[in-house]
């Protein structure tokens, strides 16, 4: 166990130190917005292909993570269609905005071209909505990322600088104002050693994330207030698991750590050895990531515990269930 808490904050000091330039950010309240975000490609379709090999669903993935954890700290609702490297189609991603009834979508992509020079930033939006909500949507992200990876800007054919008017498949079937930043070119050499930093691409997120509070209007407090949390959420889990609560034998209190690759319904009941239940220690959603959660025992006898946990994928789907034990000490 001691071995286990060793390696978890090892990673834990190595991701703050990796992001810790992008921690900073506005007190801002999102509260009452669901957010789409759709990392393009993934599995066996890996999108476009840098010199050396870099694949474009990786860094869609890292960038999204990222916009990800900055909305969810200002009380963002998020939904993403993917958040590990899985196929999906077309068709599925853009039910899943519209079953999830999002507010806006933002699908992130970045640009290749048989040319290895052009590396430019262009946000998409369906045909005649480039000064439409989308477009404000659109103009607000393009802004925001090429003022993070001075860009600058593609060509636009709608008049509207950062804007481009295109009918792709996730802004015409989707029911909400929908985007498609493409980030930058995968193609240009150059371009491509940076997107192999996850920090770069974290700052790309974050870039995405600032576009929507200027859009939604959801910035508030002092805009220079520094915050240093780590991003632990851009490096999600790959699959669910339970862990043994500590400290275990425990006095009173206790933690259950989990690990959640997707936003879940988590459920938590207690028994004892005879198996009677005891009632419930959380039922409850929670975000992707290692969620803790506490428990006081200050009621019940000393004596051998069990704890069963019960997840359902609220983004990808999927089930999970385990058992574990805890002997309380008084």
Request: charged fraction near 20%; charge should be negative.
């Amino acid at each position: 166990m001691m071995c286990r808490q060793i390696e978890r904050a090892f990673k834990v000091i190595t991701i703050f130190l990796t992001i810790a330039v992008f921690a900073s950010t506005a007190r801002g309240d999102l509260s009452g917005w669901r957010i789409g975000i759709d990392p393009g490609h993934g599995g066996t379709d890996p999108g476009a292909v840098g010199p050396t090999g870099l694949q474009e669903k990786e860094v869609n993935l890292t960038a999204s993570l990222g916009m990800r954890y900055f909305l969810v700290r200002q009380n963002a609702e998020v939904f993403m269609t993917r958040t590990t490297d899985v196929t999906l189609s077309l068709s599925s991603r853009a039910n899943f905005m519209n079953s999830n009834d999002v507010d806006r979508s933002i699908c992130v992509h970045h640009n290749s071209s048989s040319n290895p020079d052009p590396n430019w930033h262009l946000t998409y939006v369906a045909e005649g909505t480039g000064w439409a909500t989308s477009g404000d949507l659109a103009f607000d992200i393009s802004h925001r990322v090429t003022d993070f990876n001075g860009l600058g800007f593609g060509w636009s054919n709608c008049g509207r600088e950062g804007v481009y008017e295109e009918n792709f498949y996730m802004l015409i079937y989707t029911y909400m104002p929908s985007v498609l930043p493409e980030i930058s070119f995968i193609s240009n050499p150059l371009e491509e050693q940076r997107l192999y930093h996850d920090r770069y691409c974290y700052g790309n997120g974050r870039g995405m994330y600032e576009g929507i509070m200027d859009h939604l209007g959801g910035w508030g407090g002092d805009a220079g207030e520094v915050e240093g949390h780590a991003l632990e959420i851009a490096q999600l889990p790959t699959e669910f698991k339970l862990h043994q609560s500590y400290p275990n034998p425990f006095n009173a209190q206790t933690v259950i750590p989990l690990e959640l690759p997707q936003r879940s319904m988590v459920k938590i009941e207690l028994f004892n050895v005879s198996g009677r239940n005891l009632g419930t220690i959380c039922e409850g959603i929670k975000e992707a990531g290692w969620p803790k959660v506490h428990y006081n025992a200050a009621h019940l006898a000393s004596g051998l515990y069990f704890y069963k946990v019960v997840v359902e994928g609220l983004e990808q789907g999927g089930s999970f269930m385990d058992t574990g034990k805890m002997l309380l000490l008084k």
